[in-house]
């Protein structure tokens, strides 16, 4: 069976031009976001081109018979993604092109997700939020670190300093995260036009809206309401 899911992505109040991309394909369990960084034509291009060969590799290789297999399935994909945009800002000349990239392969009650950046992926039960992933920040670091509290991370000044992204670097390494969906909670991805803006309690009350459409709308109505400083991207997965 099919997961349910449903998506939109909004270039906000401030921005001339969105460079996130999102991707669903719900018959391989994918689903993917990413925020393009280097200017709106570099910008673009890279997270568009980061979710096309994400996808494309995926697609040539054989289903993943285990759980375990999933993990290093987007490893190879993520890492294809990154030689992509890493060659292609060469060849063009686009010193700074890169994107994050936060993807998750759904099997049965189970997400496993692929990150690297600071665009974000959660579990959704109930009207709370778990975030899945780190931002890969120095805010990020810090508060790991405990020199940083959580509610301060969306005023730090250093918050969209990234410590790795796809495509500056011939090398990068993706984070991996597996959790257990229970039922009738939801997988979020999100770019930082969503979380850097709206509080996680208010998305997670809105996440929860039963109407999943309504909820992904809901969500990008309230991140402009706030301002929109940046692009919003929004993707809900029910499993």
């Given amino acids: 069976m099919r997961c349910r899911f449903a998506l939109a992505s909004d270039v906000g109040r401030v921005r001339a031009n969105n460079e996130d991309s999102v991707s669903a394909l719900p018959d391989l369990g994918l ?31 054989e289903k993943p018979r285990r759980l375990s297999d999933i993990g290093p399935l987007l490893c190879e994909a993520i890492l294809a993604a990154n030689g992509a945009v890493y060659h292609e ?16 392969y759904v099997r049965g009650r189970t997400g496993v997700v692929g990150h690297v950046g600071d665009s974000r992926a959660a579990l959704i039960r109930g009207e709370r939020l778990h975030w899945l992933t780190r931002d ?31 495509g500056p670097s011939p090398n990068v390494q993706p984070e991996l995260v597996q959790s257990r969906v229970p039922r009738e909670a939801r997988l979020l991805l999100s770019t930082d036009g969503l979380h ?16 999943i459409v309504e909820a992904v709308h809901r969500l990008i109505e309230r991140a402009n309401a706030l301002g929109g400083p940046d692009n919003i991207t929004v993707l809900l997965v029910e499993p």
């Fill in 31 to 61: 689903f993917a976001v990413a925020d393009g960084m280097g200017g709106h034509v570099a910008g673009e291009f890279a997270s568009r081109l980061a979710l096309e060969t994400l996808v494309e590799v995926v697609r040539k290789r």
């Fill in 196 to 211: 850097d803006v709206v509080p996680d309690q208010e998305i997670a009350e809105l996440a929860s809206i039963p109407e």
């Fill in 136 to 166: 890969q920040t120095l805010a990020g670091l810090l508060m790991e670190a405990g020199a940083l509290e959580p509610d301060e991370m969306g005023r730090h000044p250093e918050r969209h300093l990234l410590l790795q992204a796809i």
């Fill in 89 to 104: 800002a060469e060849a063009r000349g686009l010193i700074g092109m890169g994107t994050t990239l936060t993807a998750l």
